[in-house]
């Protein structure tokens, strides 16, 4: 049975960082002169969704149509000053949290591995 947490409230304390350094894809290509309006990351997201939506264990996890009303939800309300496609990004990733899927330690670590890659 999928774990109902509920994803209401506020962000996850490393997700709220990324809002407080804005760390939207228009502003960070601006800044590193990029030219691509697609964040190079859109299509990974796009497959994690699609994994999670048909894997035999996605229901288990968070199936089609509670990750879909979870974004939208957090999308309009925790994440609202995001611009898609970030808020789909982080409402995943709290989705995820929120229902202990992933740790916040993990996800942690995760988005700080991603970090130093870029900043080699």
């Not at 506020?10 to 407080?20: G, V």
């Not at 309006?37 to 994994?51: E, Y």
């Not at 989705?95 to 202990?100: D, E, F, I, T």
Request: hydrophobic fraction near 40%.
């Amino acid at each position: 049975m999928a774990n109902t947490r509920s994803v209401n409230g506020t962000a996850p304390t490393s997700l709220a960082k990324i809002i407080e350094r804005n760390q939207v894809w228009r502003r960070m290509a601006a800044k590193y002169g990029v030219d691509n309006p697609v964040p190079p990351w859109k299509t990974s997201l796009d497959g994690i969704c699609d994994a999670l939506d048909q894997s035999a264990c996605g229901s288990e996890v968070l199936n089609f149509v509670e990750r879909r009303d979870e974004e939208d939800a957090l999308s309009a309300t925790v994440y609202s000053t995001l611009p898609y496609p970030e808020n789909r990004l982080v409402a995943l990733a709290h989705s995820l949290v929120a229902r202990g899927i992933i740790d916040e330690a993990e996800l942690e670590e995760r988005m700080a591995a991603v970090r130093a890659r870029l900043e080699s």
